[in-house]
């Protein structure tokens, strides 16, 4: 017998990931080689002026104290910059900006921000699970909406239109998009922030994959003509910086937006490690041909995971944007779920089922980049025998 839980603990399920990779964790242990080509983990390195500077600041003194709940000025400056530059967006460093520990809990923050009991998120059907999964954690309502394979997996705007009620606050998108690749444009956040103004809902943007494997230039959603009222854009410097573990992103909106999850979020941790914000912010200096040479080494990738996916007659777009190929199974595979099971546990191969991205993805799998190219080969090989 234990304590009762809550019915948000009981109503939630442990994320896939945490579970699946303990599997991959018992095989290793058994002296399994597994390759694991599921999860977007950056198997390269930071920057080298990234990881001097965080060597150098843990030395300082005054570097182990808490810090401000908004992160360095240093820090704020140097993601203004990037947005400069990245985006030509200019974001007013002390009142723009809110650095978090990691884009992941800055859902959460949003979420308890702006949801009540009952209150309505639009969520596409496939995504990153979190939004799905902390909208029901504080009680609001989750409506998913469709997305359009033959339209590039934008969204159904017709079925979306039909989705919205007078409960309806926030919608989640995401593009470049998480897991099928598909690319940010203009004329769709256009689009996003003409929705946002008929409905008065606000856009969430998840923009964590803009610079890589980008075959346009990078595009923030507040770079939009009337987005700002309407829209907060989290970021991320795990996957294009190759810091995920380090768990920085932060938030970009305007003043009263960043005040309101502040208020929040004071609450819940105390500020950042000043020497990863003191190297953070030398890595948000990166050149572009420090995002070239780690895209390039991406692109070399692709053509083992092309060679995987053929061997396993699947189909996908050969233009996708973002560290993972997302592909369709073909009729003779009976599920994604015995497909991940046989090639975890028979050819030692770890790959991402669809459907943890929402249930249109029961027919589809997400292969990973962040894996030596070698190594991909390797798992193609391992598929003949
Ligand atoms: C679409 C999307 N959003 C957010 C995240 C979370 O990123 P972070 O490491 O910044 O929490 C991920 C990580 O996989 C992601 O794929």
């Given at each position: 017998m234990i304590i009762p839980l809550a019915h948000r603990a009981g109503q939630t399920q442990e994320y896939y990931f945490s579970v699946k990779l303990a599997e991959v964790r018992k095989l290793l242990a058994a002296g399994h080689d597994v390759i694991n080509i599921g999860i977007g983990n950056p198997d390269m390195m930071p920057s080298v002026q990234t990881l001097q500077t965080l060597a150098d600041a843990a030395y300082r003194p005054d570097s182990h104290g808490y810090q401000s709940y908004k992160g360095t000025p240093a820090l704020r400056q140097a993601i203004a910059r990037f947005y400069a530059h990245t985006y030509g967006v200019d974001l007013e460093t002390e009142t723009e900006i809110l650095p978090l520990i990691g884009s992941k809990e800055g859902i959460t923050h949003i979420s308890m921000t702006f949801l009540n009991d009952g209150d309505e998120v639009l969520v596409p059907?496939?995504?990153?699970?979190a939004y799905r999964a902390v909208s029901r954690m504080v009680g609001a309502v989750v409506n998913e909406y469709p997305l359009d394979e033959q339209r590039g997996w934008q969204p159904d705007w017709d079925s979306l239109e039909a989705r919205v009620s007078d409960k309806t606050k926030i919608i989640w998108l995401n593009y470049p998009h998480m897991p099928t690749g598909a690319p940010a444009s203009r004329t769709l956040f256009e689009r996003f922030v003409r929705f946002a103004h008929d409905h008065q809902v606000l856009l969430c943007h998840d923009n964590p994959y803009s610079l890589v494997l980008n075959q346009k230039a990078p595009i923030s959603l507040?770079?939009?003509?009337?987005?700002r009222e309407v829209t907060i854009e989290l970021n991320s410097m795990s996957k294009s910086f190759n810091m995920a573990g380090w768990r920085i992103g932060w938030i970009a909106a305007d003043k009263p937006y960043i005040d309101a999850v502040l208020t929040i979020k004071s609450n819940v941790d105390s500020g950042m490690f000043k020497p990863m914000m003191d190297a953070a912010a030398v890595a948000l200096g990166n050149s572009d041909e420090w995002h070239a040479e780690r895209n390039a080494v991406y692109a070399g990738r692709l053509e083992a995971v092309h060679a995987f996916l053929d061997a396993l007659h699947c189909t996908y777009a050969t233009d996708q944007e973002g560290m993972f190929i997302w592909a369709k199974l073909p009729?003779?595979?009976?599920?994604a779920e015995k497909l991940v099971d046989d090639l975890l546990y028979q050819k030692h191969i770890f790959i991402a089922p669809g459907f943890i991205f929402g249930p249109k993805g029961n027919r589809y799998i997400r292969i990973s980049l962040c894996m030596p190219k070698e190594r991909i080969w390797e798992a193609v090989n391992r598929l003949k025998v």
């Open positions: 059907e496939l995504g990153y699970p507040l770079s939009v003509d009337g987005a009729e003779s595979v009976p599920s």
